[in-house]
């Protein structure tokens, strides 16, 4: 019974990201052939910061809030209040990101330009982040919400195509992308909110839930320079059609490494109880994991290493050839990257060790950040190379420090 459900629950998630990933996969053709270079640019840097706004909101609840629910009694009241709480403090986020957001007026020249879209993206951020999956994470219930979730991303992206075929604006195609967030949003609040508007505030326990995360957030914000960070500085300082070249072929990188986390999200919740009842199971559940997915993504990569050209042109047409070499090299973040999300979310995370996690992701971060300041300059094939070196390092650093761990004898 628990192994079907958690099948059931692993295909519900998998069906989810797929279609998450797909879906916007399938319009960056219809986008880059419909838009000019530097509309396409913008578009893909406003769908960027959507995707941190999005990280800022969600603050790492989707494993904090995921682990308390799922160790919650829910037969008492106490699981209405961690609901409470996680709600809460994910309101604070959504106005502090607001407030960040503002700040890309200045430092983008096309948001000052069209402040509409950076309006629109932080709309379409704010409320994917806000939607509070981490409670049907928990349940492990997750059937209906993976189906509203796939509704509401169909009917956004028919929106957005529709934008920009008639329109040729960034902001009709996220104006697009908030109508596909808004729809789940709605549905898991008419779902949940019932069960907890009795409760009074409790602007101190909401707070709590905020700092309790703080490791978790520190670690997805950090790995997010990873994923965006690259985008994030070309946006800032390159021109839009330098943006387009390497955002495009940073999206489609994403897209591998967003699906392949699917395959072990799911598997969280049920680590996070291992690992308290039976630790020899979840040592060998994680390995299993880890293998899988690495193994997964290594040869997806040498796959689009030999083949970077005729995806280019496929996918992207006339006018993006310069982003082949880029694809080639940048491919090569995905089976790293799959490496330290599975050894940080599905074994130190569920073993209590976020901070360090969070520790050794800042500080590559930082190293990476510094690297694509300078690397900016000298062109795209030469940022994605300081993206794959930033990764390895960080693989590196993290294995040193579960086997040290290990041999101090420590429980790890």
């Known amino acids: 019974m628990a192994g079907s459900r958690l099948a059931g629950n692993l295909l519900a998630i998998y069906l989810a990201r797929m279609v998450n990933i797909i879906i916007p996969l399938a319009m960056v053709p219809i986008f880059a052939r419909v838009l000019d270079p530097a509309t396409f640019g913008l578009t893909l840097l406003a769908q960027a910061l959507g995707l941190w706004i999005v990280q800022v909101v969600e603050f790492g609840y989707d494993f904090s809030a995921t682990r308390r629910l799922a160790r919650a009694d829910w037969s008492e009241d106490g699981w209405k209040l961690i609901v409470r709480d996680t709600l809460f403090g994910q309101n604070v986020l959504v106005l502090l990101c607001l407030v960040g957001s503002l700040a890309f007026l200045f430092l983008v020249e096309g948001f000052a330009q069209s402040p509409l879209i950076l309006l629109l993206a932080w709309a379409y951020g704010a409320m994917a982040g806000y939607t509070p999956r981490w409670y049907f994470y928990a349940r492990e219930e997750l059937a209906g919400f993976t189906t509203v979730s796939i509704l509401g991303r169909a009917a956004g992206a028919v929106v957005s195509v529709l934008a920009a075929i008639f329109t040729r604006s960034g902001e009709g ?13 709605v549905w898991c609040l008419w779902i949940i909110l019932p069960s907890i508007r009795h409760l009074p505030l409790d602007m101190r326990a909401g707070f709590e839930t905020l700092r309790e995360g703080g490791g978790i957030f520190a670690f997805k914000i950090s790995k997010m320079v990873y994923s965006l960070g690259g985008v994030t500085v070309v946006g800032i300082l390159a021109t839009p059609a330098v ?44 390995l299993t994991i880890t293998c899988l997915s690495v193994a997964m993504m290594t040869v997806a990569a040498i ?15 006339d006018g993006y050839e310069a982003a082949a070499p880029v694809l080639a090299l940048l491919i090569w973040v995905a089976p790293l990257n799959m490496y330290q999300f599975s050894v940080g979310t599905q074994w130190m995370i569920p073993l209590g060790m976020e901070r360090a996690f969070s520790a050794i992701i800042a500080g590559a971060a930082i190293v990476y950040v510094g690297l694509a300041l300078w690397a900016v300059q000298h062109g795209g094939e030469v940022l994605a190379q300081a993206n794959v070196a ?12 579960v086997m040290l761990v290990r041999r101090r004898g420590g429980d790890a």
Do not use: H, K
């Open 173 to 185: 195609i996220m104006f697009g992308y908030a109508l596909g967030s808004l729809i789940p949003l």
């Open 243 to 286: 943006l387009a070249q390497y955002a495009s072929s940073d999206r489609l990188v994403r897209a591998g490494i967003n699906l392949a986390t699917s395959f072990t999200i799911a598997f969280f919740p049920r680590l996070s109880q291992l690992v308290e009842t039976d630790r020899a199971a979840a040592r060998r559940m994680f």
């Open 303 to 317: 796959v689009v290493t030999f083949n970077s050209e005729l995806i280019v042109a496929i996918i992207l047409g």
């Open 390 to 401: 930033a990764e390895f390092v960080l693989c590196l650093a993290l294995t040193g420090y």
